[in-house]
């Protein structure tokens, strides 16, 4: 695995002050925060609507590959969307 990677125990969760919705005059996921909001794509999508503070990483992973069994490089693709958006400050890990 060449890019990020973090202990699968660890537990992702959504800083407080941020919210994961559909919004509907966007026709997508949106990240709400206090300062603005992000548009999501659905895979962004997916993976934030996972950190909830209740699933660690390793079972998030294992539930997005089973809801994408042909997805190749998913769990790398976690990984790096996981250091996004932590150092974007959107996540924390617990």
Same mark, same amino acid.
């Given at each position: *695995?060449?890019?990020?990677?973090?202990? !699968? &125990?660890? =537990?992702?969760?959504?800083?407080? +002050?941020?919210?994961?919705?559909? %919004?509907?005059?966007?026709?997508?996921?949106?990240?709400?925060?206090?300062?603005? *909001?992000?548009?999501?794509?659905?895979? !962004? &999508?997916? =993976?934030?609507?996972?950190?909830? +503070?209740?699933?660690?990483?390793? %079972?998030?992973?294992?539930?997005?590959?089973?809801?994408?069994?042909?997805?190749?490089?998913?769990?790398?693709?976690?990984?790096?969307?996981?250091?996004?958006?932590?150092?974007? +400050?959107?996540?924390?890990?617990?």
């Amino acid at each position: *695995m060449n890019g990020p990677t973090f202990d !699968a &125990a660890r =537990i992702p969760a959504l800083r407080p +002050g941020y919210r994961l919705q559909w %919004e509907p005059a966007q026709n997508s996921h949106v990240l709400l925060y206090p300062e603005g *909001m992000i548009r999501l794509n659905p895979p !962004a &999508a997916a =993976i934030l609507d996972r950190c909830d +503070g209740r699933l660690c990483i390793g %079972e998030l992973i294992a539930a997005l590959m089973a809801q994408y069994p042909d997805e190749s490089g998913l769990a790398e693709d976690v990984h790096e969307f996981l250091d996004t958006a932590r150092q974007h +400050g959107w996540i924390e890990l617990r």
